[in-house]
Nanobody, 116 residues
Framework: QVQLVESGGGLVQAGGSLRLSCAASGRTISTYGMGWFRQAPGKEREFVSAISWNGAATRYADSVRGRFTMSRDNTKNTVYLQMNSLKPEDTAVYYC?????????WGQGTQVTVSS
């Protein structure tokens, strides 16, 4: 079983940037798709981005496309989410997840707060 640990969250002003990391242990993630999701207070968890096993393909939610970039380093068993031009509506707990046939493994989340 894989353990996923997110880090890099924090408080940032609108227009600022953060880089989230998700470090995996217990199993290699190099053959799996990975994703980022977020959940704002009072809202359901929503998809943010995903990346293929080799990093060749990425996809993004419309709300973050052009501002967020997902990447991975399989040598470090880690995926990243670079978040630029942050907006107050990006405030949420951000989770990384591993995909087999579905999203099967989740981290504990990291809080991102964007002040206006």
């Amino acid at each position: 079983q894989v353990q996923l640990v997110e880090s890099g969250g924090g408080l940032v002003q609108a227009g600022g940037s953060l880089r989230l990391s998700c470090a995996a242990s217990g199993r290699t993630i190099s053959t799996y798709g990975m994703g980022w999701f977020r959940q704002a207070p009072g809202k359901e968890r929503e998809f943010v981005s995903a990346i293929s096993w080799n990093g060749a393909a990425t996809r993004y939610a419309d709300s973050v496309r052009g501002r967020f970039t997902m990447s991975r380093d399989n040598t470090k068993n880690t995926v990243y989410l670079q978040m630029n031009s942050l907006k107050p509506e990006d405030t949420a707990v951000y989770y990384c997840a591993l995909r087999q046939t579905e999203w099967t493994d989740w981290g504990q989340g990291t809080q991102v707060t964007v002040s206006s």
